[in-house]
């Protein structure tokens, strides 16, 4: 990273790599601690407030990371290829309207829907950002050795592995939540009142409109396929964020993709614990520790884009003599 540093502050520009940098880090540590705090003081981690903060920390690097992809779409000089960054740039502008949309349900409704509109961002932005990566990939000539196809090999099938048990946990029943044997007076007691006029639903906060709860109803029949398309791009980011750091190994512009595919990285983590999470008792709510890794992926992403525009912008022969020394080192 240190080495980032010094090479980004050979860029004149404004919001260059150092800056985003230095700026990432101390994020990523605001965000930790916000985070922690909320596993250590549970009343904290339970207020809306924690929640929105969440949300905040979470969405704020990818709409930056979005805006330094965009910078590096109109930059004619960008070493990657424009296309790539336009892909990569509206993969993650998609994921900032998923969180937007997803954190307004949960956030202003108090709804937790299994599918919502948020999810045709959410897989926007698989397909975008995987094409944009495997642009990057196809542009680049990869002959990858033994060893390298074996680490490759390995990466794929502990990928695979856990998302597929993941996917296939059964969620665990609450001991307060099962059955009690029943009674004819309990039985008595349970029976259904009659339901109120479904015009609205009234909420503690505030009344929910009668087209929120029509459409997750609609969306639920879609709930199967959607989740194992999220499963299968989980995996197919892992892979290609593998490939990316085997084929821009040792380049000139390979500190900008270790960050992307670290970003991918991180991204996997976090979508593994989200969905971990709906296995468990309790009922799964926003802001779990391990979910720091979806403000990890946004930094790393913002970080990637700026090293990628640093290294563009340096004139050419300094580049060429740079790639120069890696080869003789």
């Not at 913002?302 to 740079?322: F, H, M, N, W």
Request: glycine residues 8%; aromatic residues 14%.
């Amino acid at each position: 990273m240190s080495s980032a540093v010094e090479k980004s502050q050979e860029s004149g520009t404004y919001l260059n790599g150092q800056k985003v940098i230095y700026v990432g880090i101390a994020w990523a540590i605001l965000s930790l601690f916000l985070f922690i705090g909320g596993i250590v003081a549970p009343e904290f981690g339970d207020s809306q407030a924690y929640l929105i903060a969440t949300y905040v920390a979470e969405s704020l690097p990818f709409i930056c990371a979005a805006l330094l992809c965009y910078r590096n779409w109109k930059s004619p000089k960008i070493v990657s290829g424009r296309n790539v960054w336009l892909f990569v740039g509206l993969g993650i502008l998609s994921y900032f309207i998923a969180d937007l949309i997803f954190g307004f349900w949960e956030v202003y409704w108090g709804l937790d829907p299994e599918v919502s509109p948020a999810d045709f961002f959410y897989m926007s932005f698989y397909i975008l950002l995987g094409g944009g990566m495997v642009l990057a990939v196809l542009s680049r000539r990869l002959n990858l050795e033994g060893w390298q196809w074996g680490t490759l090999s390995v990466i794929a099938v502990i990928g695979m592995t856990l998302a597929v048990w993941v996917a296939l946990a059964k969620p665990a029943v609450s001991a307060d939540l099962e059955p009690a044997i029943a009674t004819p007076a309990a039985i008595e007691q349970t029976v259904p009142a009659p339901e109120p006029p479904k015009t609205e639903i009234e909420s503690p906060a505030r009344q929910i409109p009668a087209w929120v709860p029509a459409t997750e109803e609609f969306l639920l029949q879609f709930s199967t396929p959607i989740n194992v398309f999220y499963i299968l791009c989980d995996v197919a980011l892992l892979i290609i964020a593998a490939m990316l750091l085997l084929a821009f190994w040792g380049g000139a512009v390979s500190l900008s993709w270790r960050m992307i595919a670290a970003a991918a990285l991180a991204k996997y983590v976090a979508d593994m614990w989200f969905k971990y999470a709906g296995t468990l008792p309790t009922e799964y709510v926003s802001g779990g520790l391990l979910e720091v890794f979806f403000v990890f992926s946004g930094i790393l992403f913002a970080i990637g884009a700026a090293l990628e525009y640093d290294i563009s912008s340096r004139p050419r022969k300094r580049r060429r003599k740079a790639s120069d020394r890696t080869e003789v080192a």
